[in-house]
């Protein structure tokens, strides 16, 4: 009971801070936005071809905006040593990541919330449709992200080159967890029902599961030695 | 004494590899379907069973470390990941070159292709965020943790030949598509050579951090006098 109590007190206390600067969340939805203006320039897209590649658009759009927010998570407890009074705090490491974890996927949700509409209008693709299957989808790709995201973030905290480190180590670890995630939204973008690509959903509840079971083990690790 | 068992390991290996380029290059016969170039797997399958042995040391090192504090097992956990690397690189390179002249393309985003990419790309990581942390226990507990993520990544590359469709060719030791006895024989031969060149490599790289380690606090003590 104690575990959750901590949780919800670092996970409070990270969107409060968060929701009064706005400056991860500010950062990361232009990123994003900008991100899906760019793309248009690349190409001249027709709706055969945004259906296609769309699944790939969005959660690159999707990688890149984490990033953003990820660096923040543990990067502004360095001022004032926030962190290491957080880690001599009673609340064991792992609450302290999940806190932190459940933070970054609801701040990373909100980004989403937004650029799913804003795709819909820049791309003519029609989502509403498949709203459930779709936002199942995006919480557990988001989850995945921010799970392993969070932790390489309490990995890197304390290193040169944070800001570097931090994209190149959590993108080549996610990348089955996106190509997962990539390949279920363009699947329902397209129209089809869920349950003919359940090896995918399978798939990517797996990979959470094992890197949320992983990054709860080995937080304590990292953070306190 | 330790140096001359490092030659002598170096000498055997490299004579073996010699010995086996013999059998191999002018014993053989050429394959019936597929020419000279099949002899690209007498080192390509054995790179990838070297590869496999390497990350499990450096994954069985790495928990040595978490557990132990030992230094020791941190630079064999370095030296066998930069062990792997090697080998998966030499994968990669003798795949590729196989298949330009097989397939008629370098390179193919053939689910296997693209997941011992990821492979090569996470340890590559791991070297890489080794170079960014000064302090030697922070660097080796860091680089342990990131070594447990890197080898969760391991079984969806094991198991993407069943989950994805895929194009590289059947295995070839066991199954349908099983090749002849003394070409097997050859293949295996080829695996112990290969691993007593690595041997001699870790070996050399062991004694040049228990160099670096000396020289450290040697230069610790300067300073502290």
């Known amino acids: 009971m104690t575990f959750w109590r901590h949780t919800w007190t670092v996970l409070t206390k990270d969107l409060r801070a968060e929701l009064r600067t706005k400056e991860a969340v500010n950062a990361s939805f232009s990123f994003a936005i900008t991100i899906l203006l760019l793309i248009s320039f ?16 969005l959660w690159i759009v999707f990688a890149f905006a984490a990033v953003l927010i990820l660096n923040r998570s543990y990067a502004r407890e360095l001022p004032n040593d926030c962190l290491d009074a957080l880690i001599a705090s009673p609340a064991p490491a792992s609450a302290i990541f999940l806190g932190k974890a459940l933070s970054n996927l609801f701040l990373l949700l ?51 080159l944070r800001e570097v480190m931090l994209p ?12 997962a995630s990539m390949q279920l939204t363009v699947h329902l973008l397209a129209g089809e029902p869920l349950s003919t690509a359940f090896v995918w959903l399978r798939f990517l509840i797996g990979f959470d599961v094992i890197f949320t079971a992983l990054a709860l083990t080995f937080v304590d690790t990292v953070l306190v030695g | 004494m330790r140096k001359s068992i490092i030659i002598l390991i170096a000498l055997l290996g490299v004579g073996w590899v010699v010995w086996n380029l013999h059998t191999v290059l002018l014993q053989l ?23 496999g042995i390497a990350v499990f040391i450096a994954l069985g090192s790495s928990i040595g470390y978490l557990i132990t504090k030992n230094l020791k097992y ?61 302090e030697p226990s922070q660097r080796a507990r860091i680089s342990a943790v ?16 069943e989950w994805f469709r895929t194009q590289h060719p059947g295995p070839v030791l066991r199954g349908s598509g099983e090749m002849d006895g003394a070409m097997k024989a050859a293949v295996y031969a080829n695996w112990p050579a290969l691993m007593l060149v690595a041997a001699a490599f870790v070996l050399l790289r062991l004694r040049q951090e228990e160099v670096k380690r000396e020289i450290d606090s040697l230069r610790r003590i300067v300073h502290a006098g």
């Open chain 2, 74 to 134: 941190d630079a064999v956990a370095l030296a066998t990941t930069e062990a792997a690397v090697a080998f998966l690189t030499i994968g990669l390179v003798t795949g590729s070159i196989w298949g330009r002249i097989s397939w008629g393309i370098w390179w193919t985003w053939d689910a296997r292709l693209t997941s011992a990419l990821v492979c090569w790309l996470l340890y590559a990581g791991y070297l890489v965020l080794r170079t960014a942390i000064e």
């Open chain 1, 110 to 160: 909100a980004v989403e919330a937004v650029c799913f509409p804003v795709f819909g209008i820049f791309y003519n693709v029609r989502w509403i449709g498949q709203f459930w299957p779709l936002l199942l989808v995006v919480v557990l790709g988001t989850w995945g992200l921010t799970v392993v995201g969070t932790m390489f973030s309490a990995l890197t905290v304390n290193i040169r």
């Open chain 2, 146 to 161: 990131l070594q447990i993520f890197a080898f969760a990544d391991i079984p969806i590359v094991w198991y993407s030949i």
């Open chain 2, 29 to 51: 016969p050429d394959d019936a379907d597929q020419g000279p170039v099949y002899r690209i797997m007498f080192f390509h399958i054995p790179a990838w069973f070297s590869a």
């Open chain 1, 42 to 57: 690349a190409f001249d897209p027709t709706e055969e071809m945004t259906r296609e590649f769309s699944g790939g658009l």
């Open chain 1, 168 to 179: 190149l180590l959590l993108y080549t670890t996610m990348i089955p967890g996106l190509l």
